[in-house]
């Protein structure tokens, strides 16, 4: 049955296109409904389809020639479900609404128009300025378009992801890197994005690889990474927590939990293993945070005598913490050297005093040698 449709359709096909190429005139065909195995038109008139018909489960094959007059190759199969094959097997059926084997499928010429009201997948080409794709709702809006729902991994520039999106590609300030730019349309600085890429050298054992994240926009515009509600943001090496930034704007080096007094709030950084630091400068934030007070003509100096009694009972200097409550609240770099240097100029002011005592002695034994 199959060998007698093929030969009915090629020869139909045959007689069709030589009376079209050759005499510019139609064939007519049968009209009325047209069954079982065969081709015609529905009935007759102007605007009526034109039908090509296999009965039963039959399959509507299309053949051009092959490498010889005497070969022919299948190029096109309508299966009994309506699905269409192109380069598929003489003994495949096609799988999909339409499947396409040994070949791609070429969109060209159909620009980017409005989101039409019914639930589609579009699929266009603007000549050399893009391709796009599309996914529409019934509403009239456009609707989720998933890749992969059901599992795989997605290259964005390469032919083998190794993540589930996996972009690989040139385009980062020119450089070679992986690249996700985030932001409105355009291009150039003035364009209001998020650069985000990878950086990396052909020699990575002596240029360490480099994660970037850089902000494309105005001058004027803040570049902010962060987290979202009361969560807290981390950063690991090895699986283990080296940075964090809490919620409230705290900043900590280390593990959280090497913080077992916790975090006061009058601090924002905190380190767990110590700084080491070539040079380290602190800011003052007036004079009153200095200690040059001390030379004041109305500050109060205690006398040797005051002093040694308080430090008798208190075993430490007056103003200076005490060991416990250095314990407790820490050392305040800057408060402490500005403690420290009240306490130099202290011994100034008593050094002073007892050079002028000596001075006053040193003349009293004068004048006393002077009377014997």
Not at 10 to 27: K, N
Not at 99 to 114: P, Y
Not at 251 to 277: E, R, T
């Amino acid at each position: 049955m199959k060998n007698y449709q093929s030969i009915l359709l090629g020869s139909f096909l045959c007689l069709f296109f030589q009376y079209q190429v050759q005499a510019q005139t139609w064939m007519t065909f049968p009209t009325g409904t047209v069954s079982g195995t065969g081709i015609g038109i529905t009935s007759a008139g102007t605007g009526n389809p034109f039908k090509l018909m296999a009965d039963n489960t039959s399959q509507i094959q299309f053949f051009t020639g092959g490498t010889s007059n005497t070969t022919s190759l299948q190029r096109m199969t309508i299966d009994q479900n309506g699905n269409v094959g192109i380069g598929i097997a003489t003994a495949t059926l096609p799988a999909d609404k339409l499947h396409i084997a040994s070949g791609v499928l070429r969109v060209v010429g159909t620009d980017m128009s409005a989101i039409v009201s019914s639930s589609a997948l579009r699929i266009g080409n603007y000549g050399d300025s893009y391709s796009w794709i599309q996914s529409n709702a019934t509403s009239g809006n456009a609707s989720p378009l998933l890749l992969n729902p059901k599992g795989g991994k997605v290259g964005i520039g390469t032919s083998s992801p190794q993540a589930l999106l996996n972009i690989d590609g040139t385009g980062f300030n020119g450089t070679n890197d992986q690249t996700l730019r985030i932001g409105s349309a355009g291009n150039g600085p003035g364009a209001s994005c998020i650069d985000m890429g990878i950086l990396y050298n052909a020699s990575p054992t002596t240029t360490p690889f480099q994660y970037v994240l850089t902000a494309t926009t105005t001058s004027n515009s803040v570049f902010s990474i962060g987290s979202v509600g009361h969560k807290y943001m981390n950063f690991t090496t090895q699986g283990v927590e080296r940075m964090f930034i809490l919620k409230d704007g705290t900043v900590g080096i280390g593990q959280q939990s090497d913080f077992v007094k916790g975090f006061p709030s009058a601090f924002g950084l905190f380190v767990s293993k110590g700084i080491l630091s070539e040079r380290v400068k602190c800011a003052v934030k007036s004079t009153t945070n200095w200690s040059d007070h001390v030379f004041a003509k109305d500050y109060y100096l205690p006398s040797i005598e005051e002093m040694d009694l308080f430090i008798k009972t208190h075993k430490h200097l007056p103003g200076v913490p005490s060991a416990e409550q250095m314990v407790k609240n820490g050392l305040d770099v800057a408060e402490m050297d500005a403690k420290l240097l009240e306490k130099i100029e202290e011994l100034a002011l008593y050094v002073i005093e007892l050079k002028k005592e000596n001075e006053k002695m040193k003349k009293d034994m004068e004048r006393m040698a002077k009377r014997k």
